[in-house]
T-cell receptor, first 113, second 112 residues
Framework: AQTVTQSQPEMSVQEAETVTLSCTYD???????LFWYKQPPSRQMILVIR??????QNATENRFSVNFQKAAKSFSLKISDSQLGDTAMYFCAFMNYAGKSTFGDGTTLTVKP | NAGVTQTPKFQVLKTGQSMTLQCAQD?????MSWYRQDPGMGLRLIHY???????DQGEVPNGYNVSRSTTEDFPLRLLSAAPSQTSVYFC???????????FGDGTRLSIL
């Protein structure tokens, strides 16, 4: 069974600054996918970024990037130039090739003006 | 395209009642999943399906049944509702491979 741990229940950052959210996972599988999802107060689940475990290059999507360390089983999310609209709960998720997903308990991020 | 549609959005049940949460997607996705989200927690997988006629249990399957007779629909049945099943339920679908999940807007279920 896989586990996903987000060790920071809450974080805050000033607008325009950079923040990093942590995620570690445990699995015996060698091939899998990792995702970060955002859940604003509207409760929608929105994809932020994804990473395939076989790719060494870290994924980047505009202001969002990851630091993927496969050996350490770490998958952190960096948000640059934070904006008020980034305020949300962020979930790290593991998915194996059979399509079975495990989510962390989330990090609530508040961006302060 | 409507994406993933969940009905109802809100429901209140009494202990012991049964009901079905509906989930439909119009993207021809093979993979569909049901999750529950309790306050302050992440999503926990209840059941999932990798195609019509194929379902499997997730992390918290007890008290729930699913079936997948068509690619489009993946209903979740509560057999005998219990207060511990009070939660927000999300349905998701995805195409497969490295494609991410598309989520419905959720169903808030309260069991008294």
């Amino acid at each position: 069974a896989q586990t996903v741990t987000q060790s920071q229940p809450e974080m805050s950052v000033q607008e325009a600054e950079t923040v990093t959210l942590s995620c570690t996972y445990d699995t015996s599988e060698s091939n899998y996918y990792l995702f970060w999802y955002k859940q604003p107060p509207s409760r929608q689940m929105i994809l932020v970024i994804r990473q395939e475990a076989y790719k060494q290059q870290n994924a980047t999507e505009n202001r969002f990037s990851v630091n993927f360390q496969k050996a350490a089983k770490s998958f952190s999310l960096k948000i640059s130039d934070s904006q008020l609209g980034d305020t949300a709960m962020y979930f790290c998720a593991f998915m194996n090739y059979a399509g079975k997903s495990t989510f962390g308990d989330g990090t609530t991020l508040t961006v302060k003006p | 395209n409507a994406g993933v549609t969940q009905t109802p959005k809100f429901q209140v049940l009494k202990t012991g009642q049964s009901m079905t949460l509906q989930c439909a997607q119009d993207m021809n996705h093979e993979y569909m999943s049901w999750y529950r989200q309790d306050p302050g927690m992440g999503l926990r997988l209840i059941h999932y399906s990798v195609g019509a006629g194929i379902t499997d249990q997730g992390e918290v399957p007890n008290g729930y049944n699913v079936s997948r007779s068509t690619t489009e629909d993946f209903p979740l049945r509560l057999l005998s509702a219990a207060p511990s099943q009070t939660s927000v339920y999300f349905c998701a679908s995805r195409l497969g491979g490295n494609q991410p999940q598309h989520f419905g807007d959720g169903t808030r279920l309260s069991i008294l």
